[in-house]
């Protein structure tokens, strides 16, 4: 059995980054101290608060069935058969 | 790593798959995906001491409260290292009308000096009492977290309103501390008490 990671790291690197530059992009991070005082209002800061990104780590998954390592991510399903 | 993985690959392989996890961590973590998760303890202290520096631009103060055109503005923060350590850090370097900031973590039981704007974190009331009583001197901007933060005799009270930083004003009371809020900043508090409380 061989199998080789290099193609799931390179597929998995395309997609990981930039999926993630258009999750953050959209939301442009300024520090707290330069948000005006309405922005600053509307900070949710209790329990229901989550980070931005998340959602998208939890979902990276993997299985390894026979000669096959598929890894799953966000939905995305990247397989790599040898 | 799954029982999956351990079957199906061998200890060197696992290794290698180890190291690529730990290769696609390290590549997300500039786009903030393996930064540990701020608590909601944290991100609330940090909306504050944002609040904080924004206050004293919109405070006026009579000209007698600054020594000379360089005096910088003084922080009082009561028994409340890490908000204190939180505030310095925020204000690291920033300037309010050409002023720097200086933090001071304060004891309880010290007196509190000259300051501008005195913060006293916690929602202990009969506490927020005792200090505000022993600290009414000279124009200071009073910022308290209690429930009755106002009727205590604070200027601003935070509280959390719609899991939001929100905050209260009394106009009285900011007479009485001889300072004077801006009209930007009342448009924005969640309450302008005008009267007694």
Known sequence: MRISLLPILAVAGTTVLPACVAITSSQPQLPLIDLTLEQLSSIVVTSLQRPRVQGVLPQLALAARGNAVHLSLAGARIASEH | MSKYIEQALPANRRRLLGCA???????????????????????????????????????????????????????????????????????????????????????????????????????????????????????????????????????????????????????EAADRNNVKLSSRLLTVANQVHKGPL
């Open chain 2, 21 to 171: 996890l730990a290769a696609l961590g390290t590549l997300a973590a500039p786009f903030g995906l393996a930064n540990p998760v701020p608590s909601d303890v944290n991100l609330e202290r940090s909306v504050k001491a944002a609040f904080l520096y924004k206050f004293l631009g919109y405070t006026e103060y009579p000209a007698a409260s600054f020594g000379d055109a360089s005096t910088p503005f003084i922080v009082g923060v009561v028994g409340a290292d890490d908000m204190a350590a939180e505030l310095s850090r925020t204000v690291s370097g920033r300037y309010v009308n050409n002023r720097p900031i200086v933090v001071k973590a304060l004891r309880e039981s010290e007196a509190p000096g000259a300051l501008h704007l005195l913060f006293i974190p916690g929602d202990d009331c009969a506490r927020v009492a005792r200090l505000l009583k022993a600290a009414r001197q000279g124009a200071v901007l009073v910022v308290t977290e209690c429930e009755d933060g106002l009727q205590q005799g604070s200027v601003i009270n935070f509280k959390i309103v719609e899991q939001r930083v929100r905050f209260d004003i009394s106009l």
